[in-house]
């Protein structure tokens, strides 16, 4: 392993942070410095800084969860920030939604691994699983896509007053300017840009909210929405 790829020490906040799962918290930090290098599903440059900026700063998005809903973490990729948020969060009942075989893979490994009983891997994109998968509570991402496309993919997953939350960085009160547009058609009702985990990471994770009405994704997604979920139960008579 090379240098740039090497783990950095634990620090003092993930103790604050994973409680009980702090051990199933370096075990996950351990196999994406390793297995999630290896295979391609994050740089090895940023293996010396997986706890501030991955773990702790997705961690603390259970800050601005409710208790007991559903969620679903649309794109996980490697877990971020779904894996994090269901070690610190077992009342959660999470999707991990990810298109891609090899990551579904891994994180596929990571929940058996780490017991989580509370969380499913879905392979597909959001667009394909809309109508199959039940609509939830709360859809998160992180590092997904520009904040108007990625409401595009989250906000029909979405039950109504649901709500989308983002983890974006310096950019976030500009991304939500400029979505404002594209956010009202897909039926939100109320935006916010919040800072979360004082005291354990520095700088603050920022986290983009969208809320949403009685109507998910807009008029357009209705009539999809109600589609594919004819199709999905005529495929369980048969």
């Not at 610190?88 to 691994?113: A, G, H, Q, S």
């Not at 983890?167 to 009702?189: F, P, Q, S």
Request: aromatic share 4%.
């Amino acid at each position: 392993m090379t240098e740039a790829a090497e783990l950095p020490p634990v620090p003092e906040q993930a103790h604050e942070v994973f409680g009980e799962r702090y051990a199933d918290a370096v075990r996950y930090a351990e196999l994406l410095a390793e297995a999630g290098v290896q295979r391609g599903l994050i740089g090895p440059r940023e293996v010396p800084r997986l706890w501030e900026r991955h773990l702790l700063n997705c961690a603390v998005l259970s800050e601005v969860v409710p208790e007991g809903v559903t969620v679903c973490d649309v794109g996980s990729g490697a877990g971020l920030p779904g894996i994090p948020l269901a070690l610190v969060r077992d009342d959660l009942k999470i999707t991990l939604l990810e298109p891609l075989l090899r990551r579904t893979n891994f994180l596929t490994e990571v929940v058996e691994l780490l017991g989580l009983d509370h969380v499913t891997v879905v392979r597909g994109r959001a667009e394909e699983v809309m109508g199959q998968l039940p609509s939830v509570h709360v859809v998160t991402a992180r590092a997904v896509a520009p904040l108007d496309r990625l409401a595009t993919w989250g906000i029909p997953l979405l039950r109504p007053y649901g709500e989308m939350l983002a983890l974006k960085g310096d950019t976030a009160e500009e991304e939500l300017k400029a979505a404002g547009a594209a956010l009202n058609k897909l039926g939100a009702v109320e935006t916010s840009v919040l800072q979360v985990g004082e005291g354990i990471v520095d700088p603050l994770s920022t986290v983009v909210r969208v809320e949403v009405g009685e109507s998910p994704g807009g008029v357009r997604f209705a009539a999809k929405r109600a589609k594919a979920a004819r199709t999905g139960r005529a495929r369980r008579r048969r």
